[in-house]
């Protein structure tokens, strides 16, 4: 059962800006430490960002200063948005609950092509 379902994926050019919107059921997202990883090809999922109840960010050293994670708690819907994005951020992006992720709830993730 699908429980958070990520969007805002697509076809970006190297340099460009996307923002991703993760959107879960209060039972989670409530409370709760949020993080967004990334699946490369071939590679396993490796955590980004993540941010607490309280609005606390913690970021990877590889995205520092490109990448923002925001929530909106009212809505319980997680932001990621990426600046000056590269033909390496290419990948699957998947939220889930930080920075231990419940693997019960990982959804499709939302697919994000650079093209250089």
């Known amino acids: 059962q699908v429980q958070l379902v990520e969007s805002g994926g697509g076809l970006v050019p190297a340099g460009g800006s996307l923002n991703l919107s993760c959107t879960t059921s209060?039972?989670?997202?409530?409370?709760?430490?949020m993080g967004w990883y990334r699946q490369l090809p071939d590679r396993q999922r490796t955590p980004l960002a993540r941010i607490s109840a309280t609005a606390v960010v913690t970021l990877s050293d590889s995205v520092e200063g490109r990448f923002t994670i925001s929530r909106d708690n009212a809505k319980n819907v997680l932001y990621l948005n990426i600046n000056h994005i590269k033909p390496e951020d290419t990948a699957v992006y998947h939220c889930?609950?930080?920075?231990?992720?419940?693997?019960?709830?990982w959804g499709q993730g939302t697919l994000v092509t650079v093209s250089s």
């Open positions: 889930n609950i930080a920075p231990l992720p419940n693997p019960l709830y």
């Open positions: 209060t039972n989670i997202f409530k409370g709760s430490t």
